[in-house]
């Protein structure tokens, strides 16, 4: 059974796992080192989790193991739009993916952003990751920018609602 429940300090080191499940990889495309989640680029996503305003997650785990996880820093990461705007990450481990988590994990965490006085939220993503693009449409995210393969999205959450709030409170 999947229970969800909000990320903490302790998880800097999970969150680094699941960014490196976040990295889209074409078919045929070799994956890079683990050790890609703690260079300039990446390592900003998890390092200090918690310590900054808006640090906000969400960890789904079958009995106990993790098995997938969303979360929102204000950063200047690939989905930067602007220094007010957190960034989204969310990633669920490829063997649990098509399981409807990633649904819950985002919805969960769009919730959990707009109870704490988010405003919107960014994120990038890869236009041939369709999977994802679709998910992040489904929820409301729009194209801020699409450029070389890379799709920059915003979801503004002043006036968003979504009947998926009530499922959740279930």
């Known amino acids: 059974m999947i229970i969800y429940r909000r990320a903490e300090t302790c998880d800097e080191r999970l969150l680094q796992t699941f960014l490196y499940h976040a990295i889209y990889l074409p078919d045929g495309c070799e994956p890079p080192s683990t050790d890609i989640v703690f260079t300039e680029g990446?390592?900003?996503y998890t390092e200090a989790f918690g310590a900054k305003p808006m640090d906000l997650g969400i960890i789904a785990e079958d009995n106990g193991n993790p098995v997938g996880a969303s979360w929102l820093r204000?950063?200047?990461?690939?989905?930067?739009?602007?220094?007010?705007?957190?960034?989204l990450a969310i990633s669920v481990r490829p063997e649990y993916r098509g399981m409807g988590i990633g649904n819950v994990l985002l919805f969960s965490l769009i919730k959990l952003a707009k109870e704490n006085g988010c405003n919107a939220i960014s994120l990038s993503v890869q236009a041939d990751n369709t999977r994802a693009v679709r998910l992040y449409r489904k929820a409301g995210f729009r194209t801020i920018v699409e450029d070389g393969g890379e799709i920059l999205m915003k979801l503004d959450l002043d006036h968003f609602n979504s009947p998926v709030f009530a499922m959740l409170d279930k």
């Open 42 to 44: 990446f390592i900003q």
């Open 74 to 87: 204000l950063i200047t990461g690939y989905g930067h739009i602007d220094d007010s705007i957190p960034e």
